[in-house]
């Protein structure tokens, strides 16, 4: 196994600042203009928007329908198809909070199933390298056989994409991914059905009582109104509470209740793939038969890039680039351009070869 290179790309970079903009916003938002926009809500008197678990919830609550909120889901369906669940590692502070309470043990764990996730997609790997479909699926146009490291990629892709019987035969990488890429519910759309059934039940949102989102903002505001107006309220201890209960004792928040991750992932399933990540397989050290999971062992969705073999499809996909900064080749890219330069540069170095 290749181990990873630690680097830090403009785009991961980019990334942090980001984040730390949007929070630093949403605080400003909130203390210095009465609430002129946090995650939750944005905007000033008739121009504003909720967010699109809040815009549904309201509809569910209401039992009328919102044109305000259908615009706000219109919006997060076009930003879903284009961008995916780029708002997970872009904008929440979910995920650094998630960070900073952890423990080292904790963390340790975390990063034994990344790896034990990527060892799972390099065994589905080398199934389909050796899976009699190969043949069929991988043959060069002069009916040559090319490279194993080849062979895997093209039918990898082509059983990730559409798994299809051969000969009315499974294959080994089909019986693999059976069932996998295509879009599977999960227990965080369990959380969302049930957040959308309680609002429909009690007439408000009741989910964002607890959004540890929501409940963030919600602990900077009552740590302002202490410090600034000595109002000690219940707020400053209920809220960061609630934050740490769901973050530490339930674990894995994002992966397993977050009902906005599991709204964007349901418009990213049937999303546009132009920003997802683009592997370059002249570069990519797969295609001459070396068992590099890299990518795939960083990446905290537990997603194999390289051909859609991960435990979960690409359209889980949160564009953080840490594959992409993983990489010892760099041979993955989350744009067209980039993915060209890439090539370009292989081609030149094949041909002074």
Same mark, same amino acid.
């Given at each position: ?183 599977? !519910?999960?227990?965080? *759309? ?21 959004? &540890? ?41 994002? *992966? ?7 709204? !964007? ?25 070396? &068992? ?7 990446? &905290?969705? *537990? ?51």
């Amino acid at each position: 196994m290749t181990k990873p290179v630690k680097k830090r790309s403009k785009m991961t970079i980019a990334r942090r600042v980001v984040v730390a903009a949007a929070f630093v916003a949403c605080v400003v938002g909130v203390l210095a203009f009465g609430g002129a926009g946090s995650y939750c809500s944005f905007g000033a008197d008739a121009i504003a928007a909720i967010c699109p678990l809040g815009s549904l919830e309201a509809l569910f609550g209401s039992w009328a329908v919102a044109p305000r909120a259908l615009i706000v889901l219109a919006v997060v369906v076009v930003l879903g198809v284009v961008f995916g669940k780029a708002f997970c590692s872009w904008a929440c502070p979910v995920p650094p909070l998630d960070r900073f309470l952890r423990t080292k043990k904790s963390r340790r764990k975390d990063v034994d199933e990344r790896h034990q996730a990527a060892a799972e997609s390099l065994e589905r790997w080398h199934a389909c390298s050796s899976c009699s479909a190969c043949s069929s699926h991988c043959a060069s146009a002069d009916g040559a056989q090319t490279a194993d490291g080849e062979n895997a990629l093209a039918c990898a892709k082509d059983a990730a994409v559409a798994p299809e019987e051969a000969d009315g035969q499974e294959t080994g990488v089909e019986k693999a991914l059976a069932g996998k890429r295509r879009f599977r !519910l999960d227990s965080r *759309h369990l959380v969302l059905a049930g957040s959308l059934v309680s609002a429909a039940a009690c007439g408000f949102p009741v989910f964002c009582l607890v959004c &540890p989102i929501g409940l963030t903002i919600a602990s900077v505001i009552a740590l302002y109104r202490f410090v600034g107006f000595n109002e000690l309220t219940l707020s400053l201890v209920v809220f960061p509470a609630v934050i740490v209960l769901e973050l530490v004792v339930l674990r894995k928040w994002c *992966h397993r209740f977050c009902p906005v991750g599991a709204l !964007l992932s349901l418009v990213s399933s049937f999303g546009s793939k132009m920003t997802r990540p683009r592997v370059d397989h002249d570069r990519c050290l797969r295609a001459e038969s070396e &068992p590099c999971t890299a990518c795939a062992s960083v990446c &905290p969705e *537990h997603i194999d890039p390289v051909a859609d073999l991960g435990r979960r499809p690409l359209s889980e996909c949160t564009r953080c680039g840490r594959c992409a900064d993983a990489c010892p080749h760099d041979a993955i890219s989350f744009t067209k351009r980039g993915l060209a330069l890439r090539r370009n540069e292989s081609a030149r170095k094949a041909a002074d070869a």
